[in-house]
C-alpha cells in the first residue's frame, strides 16, 4: 500500500517509518544538488577551488 492509496490509514509507525525516509532522502538530495552547483560554478570560473598546504 502506498501513501496516496484511498485506504491508506496513517499509524505511528508509518509516520515515523515516512520521516525517516523522507528526511534520508531529502539529506541525500540537498548533498547531490550542493555539489553539483559547486561543480557547475567551478567549471565556469565563478567560484575558485581553494587547496589549503
Not at 5 to 32: K, P, R, S, T
Not at 44 to 51: A, Q, S
Request: cysteine-free.
Amino acid at each position: 500500500m502506498l501513501p496516496f492509496i484511498f485506504e491508506w490509514q496513517w499509524n505511528v509507525d508509518h509516520i515515523i517509518f515516512f520521516g525517516f525516509l523522507y528526511l534520508a532522502l531529502g539529506i541525500v538530495g540537498a548533498g547531490i544538488t550542493f555539489a553539483a552547483i559547486k561543480t557547475a560554478l567551478q567549471l565556469f570560473g565563478f567560484m575558485r577551488e581553494r587547496h589549503f598546504h
